[in-house]
T-cell receptor, first 111, second 115 residues
């Protein structure tokens, strides 16, 4: 699976958009980009995933660059409850159901 | 649905003791897995199962045993606990049907301390 690089921490004001970047320059054509988050002391929670098109669901939007070497998770109106560690994960069908979590980004939403 | 449940929430063991961490899901998911989470190391896969009677090793299987006798339950056994196994343990499940990209559902975790 391709390695991902994320900033260790970010801050965001409540009500503003939170844009979390992820670099995955070695991603291959059959690898998907996933985002999970982990609120303190809880289990990880799935947010969104995509291959090459931008994706949106009720939680967030995922923007993947045309060359697929990086992506951005967007929380459009961050709330205090969005304070968590956000993990960007790249995986393919050959990795089966394995999820390799790295260090992630600690997002702190400030009032 | 209760989702993925784990017991106990907290456990303290002495070196050499054995115990079983319980995991159950009521979503009829074929795939279940165990992860451990240590500070600064993200989550690491211990063991996983794609159905009853089928288990396989993940990244860090040493010191842990698993079995899958039913679809619902996937217990993790520590035969002889060591301080290096102090960690937070998460169980996860997902359906196999519908493709490999299905999201995984995680339990609330078990915090284990080995003295």
């Amino acid at each position: 699976d391709a390695k991902t690089t994320q900033p260790p921490s970010m801050d965001c004001a409540e009500g503003r958009a939170a844009n979390l970047p992820c670099n995955h320059s070695t991603i291959s054509g059959n690898e998907y980009v996933y985002w999970y988050r982990q609120i303190h002391s809880q289990g990880p929670q799935y947010i969104i995933h995509g291959l090459k098109n931008n994706e949106t669901n009720e939680m967030a939007s995922l923007i993947i660059t045309e060359d697929r070497k990086s992506s951005t998770l967007i929380l459009p109106h961050a709330t205090l409850r969005d304070t968590a560690v956000y993990y960007c994960i790249v995986r393919s069908q050959t990795s089966g159901s394995r999820l390799t979590f790295g260090e992630g980004t600690q997002l702190t939403v400030n009032p | 649905n209760a989702g993925v449940t784990q017991t106990p929430k907290f456990q303290v063991l002495k070196t050499g003791q054995s115990m079983t961490l319980q995991c159950a899901q009521d979503m009829n998911h074929e795939y279940m897995s165990w992860y451990r989470q240590d500070p600064g190391m993200g989550l690491r896969l211990i063991h996983y199962s794609v159905g009853a009677g089928i288990t396989d090793q993940g990244e860090v299987p040493n010191g842990y045993n698993v079995s899958r006798s039913t679809t619902e339950d996937f217990p993790l056994r520590l035969l002889s606990a060591a301080p290096s196994q102090t960690s937070v343990y998460f169980c996860a499940s997902r359906p196999l049907s519908g493709g490999f990209y299905n999201e995984q559902f995680f339990g609330p975790g078990t915090r284990l301390t080995v003295l």
